[in-house]
């Protein structure tokens, strides 16, 4: 009698509860969503240019940009330097990203001179500095490239 009762025990033991709550809602659940306007982003200052490093031997290519938005620093979520050739047609060059820093209002970037098209004595490049908030408005500051 007491073969059995381990085999029992073991059977009482193997189970599964299910709880279910079956909800039905006839209505449909309204969510409201706040009007929200997007302003678009301002760059305030820039500039672009290069300069001569020793340490690298090289040309350093710098772009700068101080950017802000009506929503806040921190609605801009890219920024792109666009270095246009003004003397030979206006045709497009090169576009270099630049990388937010602690200052939320500034971003920038530099470049190896190796590692570009841009001739650091030619002096008809123009760029255009361009922000783009989360919404993908933009903004354009366009400056001449401070060269040798």
Known sequence: MFKFLPALMAANLIGCVVYADDVHY???IDVHHEDVYNYAPEVIDAAAGVFWDDYYYDDVWYFDAVVDDFNGPYDVVAVY???YDEWGGGYLIESFELYPTDDPYL???EWMGH???LDPFYRG???DLVAYDSYDEAS???VWAAVY
Do not use: N
């Open 115 to 117: 590692e570009t098209y």
């Open 140 to 142: 354009v500051m366009t």
């Open 125 to 127: 490049y123009t760029v």
């Open 107 to 109: 971003w920038t970037s």
């Open 81 to 83: 330097a666009d270095v």
């Open 26 to 28: 006839d209505e449909p």
